[in-house]
């Protein structure tokens, strides 16, 4: 899932902070080592982001609740992906139909 996060990120524009173009980066990851489920992670990005995330539906009072709106939200898509990919049947295709049910009364 990490892996999936992390090609979602653009790569670090000169001035990204200065940029027109929407950029966020993740600065820093932070795991409970006894409960790996717990933790955050900190992210940076640039009013560009904020502006597309806003003309996309988040909402919030401040930047920070807009991000963690999105944020929140990809991490859901992204759970519910790999649920889906977990049910993928590779050869559905070929397995054996269902048969008629016979009638058992002769």
């Known amino acids: 899932m990490l892996n999936k996060l992390k090609n979602l990120f653009g790569k670090k524009p000169v001035n990204p902070?200065?940029?027109?173009?929407?950029?966020?980066?993740?600065?820093?990851?932070?795991?409970?080592?006894?409960?790996?489920?717990?933790?955050?992670?900190?992210?940076?990005?640039?009013?560009?982001?904020?502006?597309?995330?806003?003309?996309?539906?988040?909402?919030?009072?401040?930047?920070?609740?807009v991000v963690d709106q999105w944020f929140t939200a990809l991490c859901k898509n992204i759970g519910a992906q790999l649920d889906e990919e977990s049910k993928f049947v590779a050869d559905a295709d070929v397995l054996p139909k269902r048969r008629k049910k016979v009638d058992k009364k002769s």
């Open 17 to 65: 902070k200065e940029s027109n173009e929407p950029w966020v980066n993740v600065v820093n990851t932070n795991f409970d080592e006894g409960s790996p489920t717990q933790g955050f992670m900190e992210l940076e990005w640039n009013n560009a982001f904020i502006k597309f995330l806003r003309e996309n539906g988040f909402e919030g009072k401040t930047d920070e609740e």
